[in-house]
C-alpha cells in the first residue's frame, strides 16, 4: 500500500506492507535512524515521535496510521541549524549517558514546554513516565527539561556552560 | 637566556569554566546524540544486508527429537536456515564461554533453558525472518527441569549437563576464602552471634538497546568485519579467533555507540556467532538484533546468589568475624565472565569496611535450567552480593544489640591508619577514610533529626525507614599476575599521537557504553599535557585502530585504561622535554613543566608550549640522540593494585501501611572515588547506579515457574524504574585518592549500583521494624510488603 505523511516538515510518499510499524517506516524507509526502538511490549519510549505534536510510540503504531498526519523526530528538533533549547539543555545538564532514550525524551519535553512553558518537577516526571532511561536516574533529564524552560529563546546561542554548582564537598 | 620571538600563549592557562584537565566540562559526544546522530548497531546499514532472527526454545529442559526446516527454508524471502546439524558440521556448534565452560550455540542433543538459540533464519528483511520462523516445526522430548537451585545437587536431580564426559551431577565449583578454622574460634567465644539467611534474586542489566551484531564476511580476502553491541571488542576478537579458525588479523570487530551495557554486552552470544555464520554461507552481510523479551530471557542475568550470613560480635558491638556460605545459581551453562582464579568473583570482599579478626566464605556454583551468563549489571564482579550480604548483616546485628546503625557502622571502620589494609580474604584495600564519609553523609541527611522524625511518626502508626550502608567496593581489574579472562591478562593499552600542530588522538582499548569516554579520557591528556580537551579525539570501539586491551566492565575504565591514558601522556611529556631542550639550547635537566610547557628552570619566559614542541618534533629541528621525529607514545598499563572505592549512603523511605507500597522519599549518597575527573559524570554515574538499586531493591526480578518458564521476559513483567520511582537524588563526596593509580583515580561506574540497594532494603526492614520483622528479600514489591507485615515474609526463591 501507499502511504504518505508529513515528516520534520517534508512530504513523503512510499510502498509498504500494511503491516509495517511506523517505528520502522522512519527508521528504514526513510532512514532517520534517531528514532529507536527498545522493547516489545510499548513499556519503554525509546521510538517515541510526535505524531501532530503529540508524543506517541512509533513501535505501537502502524505506518499507515499516520498516513495524512504529521511527524516530527529527533532530526526536526533543531531549525535553521539552531539547536532546540531542549537539546541545549540536555547538553548543558548531562540529562544523557548512552543517548538511547534521550531522542523520546526530548520530543516528549519538546511536547510538554509547547502546553506547559514552566512545568513544575513533578509535571516533567509525569510528562517521560512512559518512557525508560536505564543510565541517567532522571534526575539531570528533569533538569535538562527545567534548563529549556528557563533558557526558551536559547536557540542559537552556544550551549551552557554547566554553572550550576557542585556536589555538597566535604 | 632570552626568548627571540613571541610565542602563543599557553592554552592550559585557560578560564575556570574551560578547564583543560580536570573539572565539570560538557561531554564530546552529546552534540551528535541529541541530534539523533548516534550509530548504534541496529543503525548500521550495509548493501546487500540480510536479517537474521533466531527461534528459541519455549521449553526449559528437553531432549531435540527433529527439526523440520523444508517450510521455512522455501519462503521466497529466506536466504538460509541452519540448524545444530548444520553448525556441528562446520565445528561451530558449542563455544567456548567465558568461564572456560562451552555453551551451545544452536541446541544439537538437548535444550537447556527456555530461550535458547534452536535455529537461525537468514532473510531478505526482518519481518520475513521472524515469519519463518513460524514455518520451522521441532520436535521436543521434555524432560524434568532443575529451576530451584536448592536442588540442583539432590541425588536425583536430573543432569542438565550430560554433553560434558563424566559428568553426574549439577555442581560446577566449590570454592573458598579466608579462614575456617580461625572464623569457626572467633564465633565459639563471641558474646554476640547472628545468622540470617538472604536471596540476592536474578535480575537482568536490560540496558534500552538490546544485543545485535552486523556481520560482513569477505570470502575474497577471507576477512571479517563485525559490528557488535561489545564492552571488550579485543578480547571478542581473540576468542573469535581462537574459535572460528579466521586469523586474527582478518578479523576486525567494531564496537559503534552502544546503548547502555551495564554488563550485559560483555558476553559473547550465540546470536554473534549466528550472524557471522549467516554471512560467511550466504556471502553477503548479515544482521542479527535480539528482540526485547530475547534479551531478558537469553541474554547474561545477574546475581542469583542464595547466601546464608553470620556474624560475630562483642556485647558492645564490636565485629570480629564474618561467615557466609553461598549457593551460586548459573544457569545452563557456565558462562559468567569473571577472572580465571575467581569462579566467585570478587565476591571474597563480603567483609567490608570493617576491621575484623576472622573471615570465611565458601561458595558453590550450580548448573540449573535457566538461562547462562551470571556477572552482568554493575556489580564489579559479584561485589554487588558481597556488600548486600554484609551490609544487611551489619543491621541485623545492630538490630540484635539494639545500637544505632550508622553508630555500629562508625565504631567498627578500618582506620584510616591502617591503611593500605589487608583483609582477611586476601585482598590489599590502597586508601580509605571511611568515618569522614559517613559523617557527612549523616550530615547531609540531617540524620539525628530524621530519626526523630521517625520516632514521631510510629507514635502515629505512620511506616517510615531509614536505612544505611556503607560500601568497599574493589575494581580495576587487575594486575595480570593474578587476574585474567581466559587467559588474556587483564591489562589496557593506549596509543597518543600529538599532531604537528599540537592537537592529539587517542586511542584506547576499552569502549563507552554511556560513560562518557571521549569526554574523560579527554580530559586526563588534557590534565598531564595541557591541551584542551577539545583538541583532543578519542577514539574507541574498533579493534583495527585501537591496542590490545581487556575492554569496559567491573569499573574498570578509570583504574585500567586511566591509568594508561595518563602514562601514555607522561611518556609523550618527558619526550617533549628532550625536544624542549633542544628547542631552547638547553639541557633537559635544566627544564621544568608547568601544565602545557617545559620552562628553562629559574628563566620562566624561555619555554616552550606543548604545540611549539609538536611543530619542531615533525619539522626540521635538529633532535636530540634516540629521539625520533614525532611526538607519539604507546603504553600497556599493567595496574599494580585494584583500587578500592567505597561510600556512605542513606536511604528515607516511606511504607503505606495499607498496601506495603515502599516510596523512596530521599537517598542522600557520598561517594568516594579518589580523584575525581568530571565532577558532572560522576554525579551522572552515581544518579544512575542509585536507580539501579531502587529497580533490584524494589521491582526487578526474573523468577522462574516450577516447570521453567521465564516469568520476567518483558517489559510488562521485569519492572524498571521510571521517573515516578525514584527521587530527586542527593549527592556528596570526599576524595580519598588511589596511592597506587597514576592520577589517584578509582573508578565509580558501579559503585552506586552496589550500595545502594542495602540502603534501601535496611530501610524498609526499619520501616518494619514495628511488625517484629528483622529482614526481608528483595524486591520489595507492595505485595512482599504486605506480607511481610503479616508475619509472612519469604524468600523469593
Ligand atoms: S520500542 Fe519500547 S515503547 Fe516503543
Ligand atoms: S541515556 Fe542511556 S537509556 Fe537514557
Same mark, same amino acid.
Given at each position: 500500500m501507499q502511504v504518505s505523511m508529513k515528516v520534520n516538515g517534508e512530504e513523503v510518499t512510499r510502498e509498504i506492507e500494511?503491516?509495517?510499524?511506523l517505528v520502522h517506516f522512519i527508521r528504514?524507509?526513510?532512514?532517520?535512524?534517531?528514532t529507536h526502538w527498545g522493547c516489545d511490549?510499548?513499556?519503554?519510549?525509546?521510538c517515541v515521535v510526535l505524531l501532530d505534536g503529540q508524543p506517541v510510540k512509533s513501535c505501537t503504531v502502524l505506518a499507515a496510521s499516520a498516513h495524512g498526519h504529521e511527524v516530527r523526530t529527533v532530526e526536526g528538533l533543531a531549525s535553521n541549524g539552531s539547536l532546540d533549547p531542549v537539546q541545549q539543555g540536555f547538553m548543558a545538564e548531562h540529562?544523557?549517558?548512552?543517548?538511547?532514550?534521550t531522542p523520546g525524551m526530548m520530543l516528549t519535553a519538546r511536547a510538554l514546554l509547547d502546553k506547559n512553558p514552566h512545568p513544575d518537577e513533578l509535571q516533567i516526571r509525569q510528562a517521560i513516565s512512559g518512557q525508560i532511561c536505564r543510565?541517567?536516574?532522571y534526575a539531570t533529564i528533569v533538569r535538562s527539561v527545567q534548563w529549556a524552560a528557563e533558557h526558551?529563546?536559547?536557540?542559537?546561542?552556544?550551549?551552557?556552560?554547566?554553572?550550576d554548582e557542585e556536589d555538597v564537598r566535604a | 637566556m632570552t626568548t627571540t620571538h613571541e610565542h602563543p600563549?599557553?592554552?592550559?592557562?585557560?578560564?575556570p569554566d574551560r578547564p583543560v584537565g580536570f573539572g565539570r566540562i560538557q561531554r564530546k559526544e552529546d552534540p551528535r546524540f541529541i541530534r539523533g546522530k548516534g550509530r548504534y548497531i541496529d543503525d548500521i546499514v550495509l548493501p546487500g544486508m540480510l536479517h537474521g532472527a533466531i527461534l528459541r526454545s519455549p521449553v526449559a529442559h528437553a531432549r531435540l527429537v527433529s527439526i523440520d526446516i523444508s517450510a521455512a527454508a522455501a519462503?521466497?524471502?529466506?536466504?538460509a536456515v541452519v540448524t545444530g546439524k548444520d553448525l556441528e558440521g562446520l565445528k561451530l556448534a558449542w563455544a567456548p564461554t567465558l568461564s572456560a565452560d562451552v555453551q551451545a550455540v544452536?541446541?544439537?542433543?538437548?535444550?537447556?533453558?527456555?530461550?535458547?538459540?534452536?535455529a537461525f533464519v537468514v532473510a531478505e528483511d526482518r519481518y520475513a525472518a521472524r515469519d519463518a520462523l513460524e514455518l520451522i516445526e521441532v520436535e521436543y522430548d521434555i524432560l524434568p527441569p532443575v529451576v530451584n537451585a536448592r536442588r540442583?545437587?539432590?541425588?536425583?536431580?536430573?543432569?542438565?549437563?550430560?554433553?560434558?564426559?563424566?559428568?553426574?551431577?549439577?555442581?560446577?565449583f566449590d570454592w573458598e576464602m579466608g579462614d575456617a578454622g580461625a572464623t569457626d574460634a572467633v564465633f565459639a567465644r563471641a558474646d554476640v552471634t547472628v545468622a540470617q539467611e538472604m536471596v540476592y534474586p536474578r535480575v537482568h542489566p536490560a540496558p534500552m538497546e538490546t544485543c545485535g551484531a552486523v556481520a560482513d564476511f569477505d570470502p575474497i580476502d577471507g576477512g571479517l568485519t563485525l559490528y557488535e553491541t561489545t564492552q571488550a571488542p579485543h578480547a571478542h576478537r581473540t576468542l573469535y579467533a581462537m574459535v572460528a579458525g579466521i586469523p586474527e588479523h582478518k578479523i576486525r570487530v567494531v564496537s559503534p555507540?552502544?546503548?547502555?551495557?551495564?554488563?550485559?554486552?560483555v558476553g559473547i552470544y550465540p546470536g554473534y556467532i549466528l550472524a557471522v555464520v549467516g554471512s560467511i554461507l550466504t556471502g553477503k552481510p548479515v544482521k542479527w538484533v535480539e528482540d526485547r523479551s530475547e534479551n531478558l530471557m537469553s541474554t547474561s542475568f545477574a546475581r542469583d546468589y542464595l547466601m546464608k550470613g553470620e556474624i560475630a560480635a562483642t556485647r558492645d558491638g564490636k565485629i570480629l568475624a564474618v561467615r557466609t556460605s553461598v549457593l551460586a545459581d548459573h544457569g545452563?551453562?557456565?558462562?559468567?565472565?569473571?577472572?580465571?582464579?575467581n569462579p566467585a568473583g570478587f565476591?571474597?570482599?563480603?567483609?567490608?569496611s570493617y576491621d575484623l579478626e576472622a573471615a570465611y566464605c565458601s561458595v558453590t556454583g550450580v548448573y540449573t535450567n535457566k538461562a547462562p551468563g551470571g556477572?552482568?549489571?554493575?556489580c564489579s564482579f559479584r561485589v554487588t552480593e558481597a556488600v548486600y550480604l554484609v551490609e544487611r548483616m551489619v543491621d541485623v546485628l545492630a538490630a540484635k544489640l539494639q545500637m544505632d546503625p550508622a553508630e555500629l557502622r562508625l565504631k567498627n571502620f578500618i582506620r584510616p591508619?591502617?591503611?593500605?589494609y589487608k583483609n582477611k580474604t586476601g585482598?590489599?584495600?590502597?586508601s580509605g577514610n571511611y568515618a569522614p564519609a559517613m559523617r557527612l553523609s549523616m550530615q547531609l541527611a540531617g540524620y539525628e533529626d530524621l530519626r526523630r522524625e521517625q520516632a514521631e511518626k510510629r507514635e502515629r502508626g505512620e511506616l517510615m525507614g531509614i536505612g544505611v550502608s556503607f560500601f568497599t567496593e574493589t575494581v580495576g581489574a587487575g594486575p595480570r599476575k593474578h587476574f585474567d579472562i581466559v587467559g588474556l591478562g587483564m591489562a589496557d593499552g593506549a596509543e597518543l599521537r600529538v599532531h604537528p600542530t599540537g592537537k592529539a588522538v587517542v586511542r584506547l582499548s576499552v569502549q563507552s557504553q554511556g560513560q562518557g569516554h571521549e569526554t574523560t579520557f579527554a580530559q586526563i591528556v588534557a590534565e598531564e599535557? +595541557? /591541551?584542551?580537551?577539545?583538541?583532543i579525539d578519542v577514539v574507541h570501539g574498533d579493534t583495527d585502530q585501537t591496542p590490545f586491551g581487556l575492554g569496559t566492565?567491573?569499573?574498570r575504565s578509570t583504574p585500567v585504561s586511566g591509568g594508561a591514558v595518563a602514562l601514555v601522556a607522561r611518556k609523550v611529556r618527558e619526550k617533549a622535554k628532550f625536544i624542549a631542550a633542544a628547542m631552547l639550547e638547553?639541557?633537559?635537566?635544566?627544564l621544568e613543566w608547568e601544565k602545557g610547557r617545559w620552562f628553562v628552570k629559574g628563566d620562566p619566559g624561555a619555554g616552550r608550549t606543548i604545540a611549539e614542541i609538536a611543530l619542531a618534533a615533525h619539522g626540521t629541528l635538529a633532535l636530540?640522540? +634516540? /629521539?625520533?621525529?614525532?611526538?607519539d607514545a604507546e603504553v600497556t598499563y599493567d595496574p599494580p593494585n585494584l583500587t578500592f572505592p567505597f561510600g556512605a549512603y542513606i536511604c528515607v523511605v516511606d511504607v503505606d501501611?495499607?498496601?506495603g507500597r515502599v516510596k523512596v522519599r530521599r537517598f542522600i549518597a557520598v561517594d568516594d572515588c579518589?580523584?575525581?575527573?568530571?565532577p558532572m559524570i560522576i554525579e551522572g554515574q552515581v544518579h544512575g547506579g542509585l536507580t539501579d538499586g531502587v529497580g533490584m531493591a524494589l521491582m526487578e526480578i526474573i523468577e522462574f515457574d516450577?516447570?521453567?518458564?521465564?516469568?520476567?521476559?518483558s517489559f510488562m513483567d521485569y519492572l524498571i524504574p521510571t521517573a515516578?520511582?525514584?527521587?530527586?537524588w542527593e549527592t556528596g563526596f570526599t576524595v580519598t585518592p588511589s596511592p597506587h593509580h597514576p592520577i589517584g583515580a578509582k573508578g565509580i561506574g558501579e559503585s552506586a549500583t552496589v550500595g545502594s540497594p542495602p540502603a534501601i532494603v535496611n530501610a524498609v526492614v526499619d520501616a518494619l521494624?514495628?511488625?517484629?520483622?528483622?529482614h526481608m528479600d528483595m524486591p520489595c514489591t507492595p505485595a512482599r510488603v504486605w506480607e511481610a507485615m503479616q508475619g509472612r515474609a519469604t524468600p523469593p526463591v
Amino acid at each position: 500500500m501507499q502511504v504518505s505523511m508529513k515528516v520534520n516538515g517534508e512530504e513523503v510518499t512510499r510502498e509498504i506492507e500494511p503491516r509495517v510499524l511506523l517505528v520502522h517506516f522512519i527508521r528504514e524507509e526513510l532512514g532517520l535512524t534517531g528514532t529507536h526502538w527498545g522493547c516489545d511490549t510499548t513499556n519503554c519510549g525509546t521510538c517515541v515521535v510526535l505524531l501532530d505534536g503529540q508524543p506517541v510510540k512509533s513501535c505501537t503504531v502502524l505506518a499507515a496510521s499516520a498516513h495524512g498526519h504529521e511527524v516530527r523526530t529527533v532530526e526536526g528538533l533543531a531549525s535553521n541549524g539552531s539547536l532546540d533549547p531542549v537539546q541545549q539543555g540536555f547538553m548543558a545538564e548531562h540529562g544523557l549517558q548512552c543517548g538511547f532514550c534521550t531522542p523520546g525524551m526530548m520530543l516528549t519535553a519538546r511536547a510538554l514546554l509547547d502546553k506547559n512553558p514552566h512545568p513544575d518537577e513533578l509535571q516533567i516526571r509525569q510528562a517521560i513516565s512512559g518512557q525508560i532511561c536505564r543510565c541517567t536516574g532522571y534526575a539531570t533529564i528533569v533538569r535538562s527539561v527545567q534548563w529549556a524552560a528557563e533558557h526558551p529563546a536559547a536557540a542559537g546561542d552556544p550551549p551552557g556552560t554547566g554553572t550550576d554548582e557542585e556536589d555538597v564537598r566535604a | 637566556m632570552t626568548t627571540t620571538h613571541e610565542h602563543p600563549a599557553n592554552p592550559a592557562a585557560g578560564d575556570p569554566d574551560r578547564p583543560v584537565g580536570f573539572g565539570r566540562i560538557q561531554r564530546k559526544e552529546d552534540p551528535r546524540f541529541i541530534r539523533g546522530k548516534g550509530r548504534y548497531i541496529d543503525d548500521i546499514v550495509l548493501p546487500g544486508m540480510l536479517h537474521g532472527a533466531i527461534l528459541r526454545s519455549p521449553v526449559a529442559h528437553a531432549r531435540l527429537v527433529s527439526i523440520d526446516i523444508s517450510a521455512a527454508a522455501a519462503h521466497p524471502k529466506v536466504k538460509a536456515v541452519v540448524t545444530g546439524k548444520d553448525l556441528e558440521g562446520l565445528k561451530l556448534a558449542w563455544a567456548p564461554t567465558l568461564s572456560a565452560d562451552v555453551q551451545a550455540v544452536l541446541a544439537t542433543d538437548k535444550v537447556r533453558f527456555q530461550g535458547q538459540e534452536v535455529a537461525f533464519v537468514v532473510a531478505e528483511d526482518r519481518y520475513a525472518a521472524r515469519d519463518a520462523l513460524e514455518l520451522i516445526e521441532v520436535e521436543y522430548d521434555i524432560l524434568p527441569p532443575v529451576v530451584n537451585a536448592r536442588r540442583a545437587l539432590d541425588a536425583d536431580a536430573p543432569v542438565i549437563r550430560d554433553d560434558i564426559e563424566g559428568r553426574t551431577d549439577n555442581r560446577i565449583f566449590d570454592w573458598e576464602m579466608g579462614d575456617a578454622g580461625a572464623t569457626d574460634a572467633v564465633f565459639a567465644r563471641a558474646d554476640v552471634t547472628v545468622a540470617q539467611e538472604m536471596v540476592y534474586p536474578r535480575v537482568h542489566p536490560a540496558p534500552m538497546e538490546t544485543c545485535g551484531a552486523v556481520a560482513d564476511f569477505d570470502p575474497i580476502d577471507g576477512g571479517l568485519t563485525l559490528y557488535e553491541t561489545t564492552q571488550a571488542p579485543h578480547a571478542h576478537r581473540t576468542l573469535y579467533a581462537m574459535v572460528a579458525g579466521i586469523p586474527e588479523h582478518k578479523i576486525r570487530v567494531v564496537s559503534p555507540d552502544i546503548g547502555g551495557g551495564f554488563g550485559n554486552k560483555v558476553g559473547i552470544y550465540p546470536g554473534y556467532i549466528l550472524a557471522v555464520v549467516g554471512s560467511i554461507l550466504t556471502g553477503k552481510p548479515v544482521k542479527w538484533v535480539e528482540d526485547r523479551s530475547e534479551n531478558l530471557m537469553s541474554t547474561s542475568f545477574a546475581r542469583d546468589y542464595l547466601m546464608k550470613g553470620e556474624i560475630a560480635a562483642t556485647r558492645d558491638g564490636k565485629i570480629l568475624a564474618v561467615r557466609t556460605s553461598v549457593l551460586a545459581d548459573h544457569g545452563a551453562f557456565n558462562a559468567t565472565a569473571q577472572p580465571t582464579k575467581n569462579p566467585a568473583g570478587f565476591f571474597s570482599i563480603f567483609t567490608g569496611s570493617y576491621d575484623l579478626e576472622a573471615a570465611y566464605c565458601s561458595v558453590t556454583g550450580v548448573y540449573t535450567n535457566k538461562a547462562p551468563g551470571g556477572v552482568a549489571y554493575a556489580c564489579s564482579f559479584r561485589v554487588t552480593e558481597a556488600v548486600y550480604l554484609v551490609e544487611r548483616m551489619v543491621d541485623v546485628l545492630a538490630a540484635k544489640l539494639q545500637m544505632d546503625p550508622a553508630e555500629l557502622r562508625l565504631k567498627n571502620f578500618i582506620r584510616p591508619e591502617q591503611f593500605p589494609y589487608k583483609n582477611k580474604t586476601g585482598w590489599e584495600y590502597d586508601s580509605g577514610n571511611y568515618a569522614p564519609a559517613m559523617r557527612l553523609s549523616m550530615q547531609l541527611a540531617g540524620y539525628e533529626d530524621l530519626r526523630r522524625e521517625q520516632a514521631e511518626k510510629r507514635e502515629r502508626g505512620e511506616l517510615m525507614g531509614i536505612g544505611v550502608s556503607f560500601f568497599t567496593e574493589t575494581v580495576g581489574a587487575g594486575p595480570r599476575k593474578h587476574f585474567d579472562i581466559v587467559g588474556l591478562g587483564m591489562a589496557d593499552g593506549a596509543e597518543l599521537r600529538v599532531h604537528p600542530t599540537g592537537k592529539a588522538v587517542v586511542r584506547l582499548s576499552v569502549q563507552s557504553q554511556g560513560q562518557g569516554h571521549e569526554t574523560t579520557f579527554a580530559q586526563i591528556v588534557a590534565e598531564e599535557l +595541557g /591541551i584542551p580537551p577539545e583538541d583532543i579525539d578519542v577514539v574507541h570501539g574498533d579493534t583495527d585502530q585501537t591496542p590490545f586491551g581487556l575492554g569496559t566492565y567491573g569499573s574498570r575504565s578509570t583504574p585500567v585504561s586511566g591509568g594508561a591514558v595518563a602514562l601514555v601522556a607522561r611518556k609523550v611529556r618527558e619526550k617533549a622535554k628532550f625536544i624542549a631542550a633542544a628547542m631552547l639550547e638547553t639541557r633537559a635537566e635544566d627544564l621544568e613543566w608547568e601544565k602545557g610547557r617545559w620552562f628553562v628552570k629559574g628563566d620562566p619566559g624561555a619555554g616552550r608550549t606543548i604545540a611549539e614542541i609538536a611543530l619542531a618534533a615533525h619539522g626540521t629541528l635538529a633532535l636530540p640522540e +634516540g /629521539i625520533d621525529g614525532n611526538l607519539d607514545a604507546e603504553v600497556t598499563y599493567d595496574p599494580p593494585n585494584l583500587t578500592f572505592p567505597f561510600g556512605a549512603y542513606i536511604c528515607v523511605v516511606d511504607v503505606d501501611p495499607g498496601t506495603g507500597r515502599v516510596k523512596v522519599r530521599r537517598f542522600i549518597a557520598v561517594d568516594d572515588c579518589g580523584t575525581r575527573i568530571n565532577p558532572m559524570i560522576i554525579e551522572g554515574q552515581v544518579h544512575g547506579g542509585l536507580t539501579d538499586g531502587v529497580g533490584m531493591a524494589l521491582m526487578e526480578i526474573i523468577e522462574f515457574d516450577d516447570d521453567g518458564n521465564c516469568l520476567g521476559g518483558s517489559f510488562m513483567d521485569y519492572l524498571i524504574p521510571t521517573a515516578m520511582e525514584v527521587p530527586d537524588w542527593e549527592t556528596g563526596f570526599t576524595v580519598t585518592p588511589s596511592p597506587h593509580h597514576p592520577i589517584g583515580a578509582k573508578g565509580i561506574g558501579e559503585s552506586a549500583t552496589v550500595g545502594s540497594p542495602p540502603a534501601i532494603v535496611n530501610a524498609v526492614v526499619d520501616a518494619l521494624a514495628p511488625f517484629g520483622v528483622t529482614h526481608m528479600d528483595m524486591p520489595c514489591t507492595p505485595a512482599r510488603v504486605w506480607e511481610a507485615m503479616q508475619g509472612r515474609a519469604t524468600p523469593p526463591v
